[in-house]
């Protein structure tokens, strides 16, 4: 190793944006010798008190060599991070090894101002994670007993602390590898801190809007005037350099000429004026930013430069920021009243929140809802989605207390690890309904490794998260007004009321084919019901035990108004059974059918209406899965035993490069033994002497092959030999296989036991992040394409039903009187590919293949993996913002 690196050549994944309790943001890197002048302005505005709780007594000032020593480090041994914001270090957190061994000394220390806003946690996280990089395994640290804030920070970390005290000093020491605990804080804390960044966000005391104009024409006179329609809480300051007022309010040439604090700014001025309009917003000290714009990422690659110097510079100086090319954000709040969008028409108030990738769909979505009677808490179209994500969102509505459904209109994800890791939380307390564009366009950077999935396993993946995918807005909406009004479906047991047997027959029918039961057949009340008959009926329904949902088919004759009607349905629909319709072809919730909410919007216990009996029985179906879902046994997050993570992470290291490479068998061996995963071994011989020795040191029987021939699949297969017993044998499978012309390389593999032929392989997908997929070997495999996937982090009841998922499955159960195998084995062998993928990302796609499968046991015979620079967005380590630095 280098014994004088230089102090500025730091690893540049040490750099995050962080997110602070407060919802703030700041920015983290390596302290360099540069930061010499800040560090003695951070000093200086230290308190007294503060400077004594870090350095054990006054230490007014840094000497010379003091502040040569600080700023000047190694990044191994001697590591020290500054979070700073804007121009100033806020923060300083650093570690020294103790007589080059595995532990290390920590301290930090946090400027008075900026105290209690989170920053020690982080910190610490981050600091953990570099050392653990440098071969560190412990940290200790000295307190003073009277600093009950760090001492907070080091027992609420999650790591299992040791801790002894003498003359007013706590000592302590713990083990920084990540524990349950641990990783539980973090991603605990995380939620908080991003969850009220988005608050903060959608909470404004005071809105700024750069380039109103008043010209109809322009993208500033449209917000300005829904900010003012819908009667913003706070005040709104127009900027314009060219006039005193606009549309009637006081305008303001620069958003430093306005004597008020603003939370937020909303711009609409052409990109090529950003850098100015930043400028000015971060001397205000604005707290956030909707950027209405375009003209940046979307428009080629200067204005991707354009936009990612935007969020640098935003989250530096501690705003989050929408868009570009965003829509804008509402709120319904009676409290806030936030329209900061180009759509002149809202939706009343709801609880539903909704999150929109695309801007151009955002003012139909929102008109569209306005419609149907589907009210929305919150509203936000992120555009570019530079900073602030449907994640972000994800972490908001979570705790958000006027939000109860969660709708996505999605083009791709930024991180789609983590949004697994939301959805499958959210999704536990909060239904999740996503409209997913672009599904099988692959992203360069993965095509090598991407895998088309076919829609049920597409399905399947949305399902493992809590999340009902729909295919168009219009089935958004179906299933978005049931939830949002109707209780959830204890079970799949629907009755069908109507006044037209073929209607009732064709909502049976739907029904039956979406996988819910029938509790009888569907009731008639005849063509000319009264009113009050409809009711008795759809009150004796709704009765029955053995009814879980209802679906109402109801055309009302000519001689009676459709109002009573619907009336007389609604005034017996209270209860917990959810109901749907088909009322007049109705589409949405009409005033007969709403329960009116305080603002006069439909509220919960409205019925929706379908304009067929499809679409409402299909609304219905997709609830009832979810409910499913919701009820079913989470299981947890389950660690494999005999996992060496450390060794396995060296191995790829020093194999990976820009390009990716496929490991040799040694290595894959290697690898997958790391994991606790057993490869069937097998030499690779270039002589009959060579192959009969092979097969004495394998043990007998044994089994020749030629490189790449799938013999697993086709043992007929010509380039094999199976089951060889003697040395005479094995001379003679060689002599025929070298005599093939394509031969480049022969093998000799101990023999497995016989069992049937599985496969496990791991690959990336654009939309999910990495996969696990699970199959039988076979060419009708093969050809149906029956194949299961789930994606990771995976839980063991998630690794349980994927050894359940193909159709082919019953072959392992003991289909027609086969003999069962061990899934538990299997399984155990999926959750030991799936820690990989976790511990090592770099690991881009492998193979287990074939897996013969037993009732004693599953043991792979082949085994191939590939292996490449790690995807830029990962879900763990420390807690940081996805990066927008290339």
């Known amino acids: 190793m280098d014994e004088h690196p230089d102090p500025f050549d730091y690893p540049k994944d040490w750099e995050a944006d962080l997110v602070l309790s407060d919802g703030g943001t700041v920015h983290l890197r390596p302290i360099v010798p540069s930061d010499a002048e800040a560090l003695l302005a951070f000093h200086g505005r230290m308190s007294q008190r503060t400077r004594y709780l870090r350095y054990f007594g006054a230490y007014p000032q840094i000497p010379p060599r003091d502040l040569e020593r600080f700023t000047t480090v190694d990044h191994r041994d001697r590591v020290a991070f500054v979070a700073s914001l804007g121009d100033d270090i806020v923060a300083v957190a650093r570690y020294e090894r ?69 003359e007013g000093v706590f000592h302590l020491e713990f083990a920084i590898d990540p524990t349950d605990e641990s990783v539980a804080v973090g991603r605990s804390r995380e939620q908080a801190a991003e969850a009220r960044s988005v608050h903060n966000l959608l909470h404004p005391r005071s809105v700024a809007l750069i380039g109103a104009s008043a010209d109809p024409d322009k993208v500033g006179y449209a917000v300005l005037g829904n900010l003012l329609r819908a009667d913003f809480a706070g005040p709104v300051f127009p900027v314009n350099a060219e006039r005193r007022s606009v549309r009637g309010v006081r305008a303001y040439a620069n958003v430093l000429d306005i004597p008020d604090p603003v939370d937020l700014a909303v711009v609409a001025v052409p990109a090529e004026h950003m850098d100015e309009v930043m400028d000015a917003c971060l001397a205000k000290g604005v707290k956030a930013l909707v950027v209405i714009s375009s003209g940046f990422g979307e428009s080629g690659p200067a204005g991707e430069g354009v936009e990612r110097r935007l969020v640098a510079e935003a989250r530096a100086h501690g705003m989050r920021v929408v868009g570009p090319n965003a829509l804008g954000v509402v709120n319904t709040d009676p409290e806030v009243r936030l329209n900061a969008t180009l759509a002149p028409v809202l939706p009343g108030r709801g609880r539903t929140g909704f999150f929109s990738q695309s801007g151009a769909l955002g003012i139909a ?17 992120a555009g570019n989605r530079a900073d602030v994500s449907g994640n972000d969102l994800l972490q908001y509505w979570e705790t958000d207390p006027a939000t109860d459904v969660v709708l996505l209109y999605l083009e791709s994800f930024g991180n789609p690890r983590k949004f697994a890791r939301l959805a499958r939380r959210l999704g536990r307390v909060k239904p999740i309904v996503a409209v997913k564009s672009g599904r099988n366009a692959v992203l360069p950077a993965l095509a090598a490794t991407s ?25 958004l909406f179906d299933t978005a007004l049931l939830l949002a009004h109707q209780p959830l479906p204890k079970g799949v047991r629907v009755a069908v009321v109507g006044n037209s047997s073929a209607i009732g027959v064709l909502a049976a029918d739907v029904a039956l084919g979406q996988g819910l039961e029938l509790a009888g057949s569907p009731v008639d009340v005849g063509s000319s019901a009264a009113p009050d008959v409809l009711a008795d009926a759809v009150r004796a329904e709704l009765s029955r035990d053995d009814v879980d949902a209802l679906v109402v088919v109801f055309v009302p004759p000519l001689s009676t108004p459709g109002a009573a009607y619907a009336r007389a349905l609604r005034e017996v629909a209270a209860g917990d059974k959810p109901i749907v319709s088909t009322f007049l072809a109705t589409e949405g919730i009409p005033a007969e059918l709403a329960v009116a909410g305080p603002d006069g919007s439909p509220a919960r216990g409205s019925i929706p209406s379908y304009p067929s009996p499809e679409r409402a029985v299909q609304a219905l179906a997709r609830a009832t899965r979810y409910a499913a879902w919701r009820s079913a046994p989470q299981g947890h997050p389950a660690r494999p035993e005999n996992v060496d993570a450390e060794t396995a992470r060296a191995l790829v290291s020093s194999t990976v490069d820009d390009g990716g ?63 060889l017993a003697t040395g005479e044998a094995v001379r003679a499978a060689f002599a025929d296989l070298a005599e093939l012309s394509e031969v480049a390389d022969l093998y000799v593999q101990r023999m497995a036991h016989k069992g049937i032929g599985c496969s496990i392989g791991l690959q990336d997908d654009p939309s999910f992040g990495t996969l696990v997929s699970f199959g039988l070997s076979g060419v009708v495999s093969d050809l149906l394409g029956d194949r299961a996937y789930r994606a990771v982090p995976l839980t063991d009841t998630d690794a349980a039903a994927l050894v359940r998922a193909p159709k082919a499955a019953p072959l392992l159960t003991g289909y027609r009187g086969g003999e069962p195998v061990d899934l538990d084995a299997l399984a155990d062998l999926v959750l030991r590919v799936a820690a990989l993928a976790e511990d090592v990302p770099q690991v881009r796609w492998l193979a287990l293949e074939p897996i013969l499968s037993g009732p004693a046991g599953a043991r792979a015979v082949g085994a191939r993996v590939r292996v490449g620079p790690p995807p830029s967005q990962q879900d763990s380590g420390p807690r940081r913002l996805r990066s927008i630095r290339k």
């Open 661 to 723: 490479v496929e490991l040799t068998d040694a290595d894959a061996v290697r690898l997958l033994s790391c994991y606790g995963i057993e490869v069937v071994p097998h030499r690779t011989v270039t002589s009959a002497d060579e192959a009969v020795a092979a097969a004495e040191e394998l043990g007998y029987p044994v089994a020749v092959k030629a490189t790449g021939d799938r013999w697993w699949r086709r043992p007929d297969l010509e380039g094999v030999r199976l089951d």
């Open 365 to 381: 979505i929102l008109a569209d809802a306005k419609a149907r009677g589907l009210g929305l808490s919150t509203f936000v179209s």
């Open 98 to 166: 103790i007589d080059k061994g595995p532990t290390a000394e920590v301290a930090f220390v946090v400027e008075d101002r900026h105290q209690s806003r989170g920053l020690g946690p982080i910190l610490l996280e981050h600091l953990a994670a570099a050392a653990r990089e440098s071969g560190i395994q412990r940290f200790v640290a000295e307190v003073l007993a009277e600093n009950g804030a760090m001492l907070g920070v080091f027992r609420a970390a999650g790591y299992h602390l040791a801790r002894e005290m003498e």
């Open 451 to 475: 895998v088309e999935v076919d829609e049920a396993s597409v399905q399947a993946l949305f399902e493992q998260a809590g999340v009902i995918r729909v295919e168009s807005i219009a089935q």
